[in-house]
């Protein structure tokens, strides 16, 4: 069974291998090898080339996975129209697709409390008509790079 990541404690891990004791350092090099071999990933599906940078998101909503924002490459949005108001079709659609990556992710082997919760909330925006385009272009980031880590592991 795989173990998921915990963000602050990868934080804390590499926070650590800066440190004047050899020991720690090397301490925390195996618990960080650890952690991402137990959950099934590999440091090349987890760290961001820097090819991607275009891919970087701005408008990512979700402070713990903010550092981590990736969005679909080549989909680039006008300044200002990111969140205009939707035809009731387009928004029909729209949130179609968003269900349909949400249950994806929610059958996902290693998803955490954490992210189930937050994609529960996405559902419940949705039912409350408050789905935005900048939502779905981070459903389909997050998606990307969970379907990349596990073709990785």
């Given amino acids: 069974m795989t173990e998921p ?3 602050a404690t990868l934080i804390e891990q590499l926070e650590k291998l800066g440190s004047a004791e050899d020991e720690e350092a090397l301490a925390a090099a195996r618990q960080l090898h650890g952690m991402v071999t137990d959950a099934g990933q590999s440091w090349d ?3 961001v080339p820097e090819d991607d940078e275009e891919a970087l998101s701005e408008d990512l909503e979700d402070e713990d996975l903010e550092d981590e924002g990736l969005e679909d490459e080549g989909e680039e949005e006008p300044a200002g129209e990111a969140d205009e108001p939707l035809s009731p079709e387009a928004q029909q659609a729209q949130n179609a697709e968003a ?4 249950e994806k992710l929610l059958a996902g082997s290693n998803v955490s409390d954490a992210l189930r919760e937050e994609l529960e909330g996405y559902k419940s925006d949705i039912d409350e008509d408050e789905f935005t385009a900048g939502d779905l272009r981070y459903l389909k980031a997050l998606s990307a790079r969970l379907g990349k880590g596990a073709a990785a592991g």
């Fill in 99 to 102: 269900l349909r990556i949400i």
């Fill in 45 to 47: 599906a987890l760290i």
């Fill in 5 to 7: 990541l915990e963000r």
